[in-house]
């Protein structure tokens, strides 16, 4: 799947993170979500799964643009 297929729910795409690689939430047209941060390593995930840390904030940014 690529980039341009997620509607893009946090930043404000100005460019201060560098190259779009801010944390960031995305949903997907099924309707999932997908979660772009910084790789934890709080505890080893199950195989083909992976853990990323972002900030509260981006997670409340992308709350409210959900309307939630």
């Known amino acids: 799947m690529a980039r341009e297929e997620l509607t893009r729910l946090t930043g404000n ?9 801010c944390p960031n939430v995305y949903l ?6 997908v979660v772009q941060g910084d790789v934890s390593e709080a505890f080893q995930p199950p195989a083909g799964e ?15 643009a959900l309307g939630w």
């Open 28 to 33: 997907t047209k099924r309707g999932t979500i």
């Open 13 to 21: 795409g100005n460019g201060e993170c560098g190259e779009d690689d």
């Open 50 to 64: 992976g853990l990323v840390e972002i900030p509260e904030s981006v997670l409340r940014e992308a709350f409210s």
